[in-house]
């Protein structure tokens, strides 16, 4: 069973930055692809960032391209997300998310995660 936790999230003026990481245990970090989601109020959870198991492989949703970056440190267990010209629009809940992988393959989809965290709020004031 692999527990999750985020933290990093808070308060930020529109064009700011913030960088939130995700912890995880309970299993061998190298061997999951890692997520992060969002979810705006009043909206159904999205896909934001993945990166494969060794973190050659990212993906981005389009609404984050270029402006979010995903990274990993296998050492530490920990998943990031560096959020720099942040928008009113990027408010939401940040899930992490874990999938088991055999390979460099990356997920995008919430139904391919086997754990999620239980959120952190990131809130963008205009």
């Known amino acids: ?8 999230g808070g308060l930020v003026q529109a064009g700011g930055s913030l960088r939130l990481s995700c ?8 061997y999951y692809a890692m997520d992060w989601f969002r979810q705006a109020p009043g909206k159904e959870r999205e896909f934001v960032a993945a990166i494969s198991r060794s973190g050659g492989r990212t993906s981005y949703a389009n609404s984050v391209q270029g402006r979010f970056t995903i990274s990993r440190d296998n050492a530490k267990n920990t998943v990031y997300l560096q959020m720099n010209s942040l928008k009113s629009e990027d408010t939401a809940v940040y899930y ?3 999938a088991y992988r055999n390979s460099e393959i990356i997920t995008t989809w919430e139904n391919g995660m086997n754990y999620w965290g239980k959120g952190t709020l990131v809130t963008v004031s205009s």
């Open 1 to 8: 069973q692999v527990q999750l936790v985020e933290s990093g």
């Open 23 to 30: 912890a995880a245990s309970g299993g061998t970090f190298s």
């Open 96 to 98: 992490c998310a874990a």
